[in-house]
């Protein structure tokens, strides 16, 4: 199974916008619209961030937020604050009735 | 406040078993999904394997499929992992993870959990000689 495509790293400035993408096929980002994404600081586990490709859970800053294009998924953060260097993980339900997470992306707020 | 404690990790040889535990609280057990993920070291997350809200479906990723047993007891409230012919490959900290959206009144999703909203803190499989 192999995992979304995302860049390594992300970097910004506080008070700018940021997007990290994440690639996957037509047998998941792009078939369906379970795609999720999860903010992870170190040695703590994922939070729920975004789910069903837009959607914010209770809690989580509007500053965050999510969007697709065929097989390719973004998350947005405007407005950087340095609470939000974190990895950052994509994930997407795929045809096969399994789940799969992308690589991951490092966040440095400059 | 929902709460989500893994435990039963530790050191293991390979070819060797361990069964990890995933106590819940907070939330009606038996109506959510469930999920283990796991995170080897300094690596990205792993989906591993996922139990459908009503319990009645087990779903696995290719590389523990034949190895890994999911299951959950709704009068303990925990769910398991069982973890047979272990490699150094599956060593890593394993996460339980509760489905987001639970079973409604009259229905239950028999799909694999796809957004996990509440985490426990992990525990750590070492499968080393």
């Known amino acids: 199974q192999s995992a979304l495509t995302q860049p390594a790293s992300v970097s910004g400035s506080p008070g700018q916008s940021i997007t990290i993408s994440c690639t996957g096929t037509?047998?998941?980002?792009?078939?369906?619209?379970?795609v999720s994404w999860y903010q992870q600081y170190p040695g703590k586990a994922p939070k729920l961030t975004i789910y069903?490709?837009?959607n914010r859970p209770s809690g989580v800053p509007d500053r965050f937020s999510g969007s697709k294009s065929g097989n390719t998924a973004s998350l947005t953060i405007s407005g950087l604050q340095a609470e939000d260097e974190a990895d950052y993980y994509c994930?997407?339900?795929?045809?096969?009735?399994?789940?799969?997470f992308g690589g991951g992306t490092k966040l440095t707020v400059l | 406040e929902v709460q989500l404690l893994e435990s039963g990790g530790g050191l293991v040889q390979p070819g060797g078993s361990l069964r990890l535990s995933c106590a819940a609280s907070g939330f009606s057990f038996s109506s959510y999904g469930l999920t283990w993920v796991r995170q080897a070291p300094g690596k990205g997350l792993e989906w591993v394997s996922g139990?459908?809200?009503?319990?009645?479906?087990?779903y696995y990723a290719d590389s523990v499929k034949g190895r890994f047993t999911i299951s959950r007891d709704n009068s303990k409230n925990t769910l398991y992992l069982q973890m047979n012919s272990l490699r150094a490959e599956d060593t890593a900290v394993y996460y339980c993870?509760?489905?987001?959206?639970?079973?409604?009144?009259?229905?239950?999703?028999?799909?694999?959990?796809?957004?996990?909203?509440?985490w426990g803190q992990g525990t750590l499989v070492i499968v080393s000689s």
């Open positions: 993870a509760k489905d987001q959206f639970g079973c409604t009144a009259t229905s239950c999703y028999e799909g694999t959990p796809y957004y996990l909203g509440s």
């Open positions: 139990l459908s809200g009503s319990g009645g479906r087990t």
């Open positions: 994930s997407s339900y795929k045809t096969t009735n399994t789940v799969v």
């Open positions: 069903e490709v837009t």
């Open positions: 037509s047998s998941d980002v792009g078939g369906y619209n379970h």
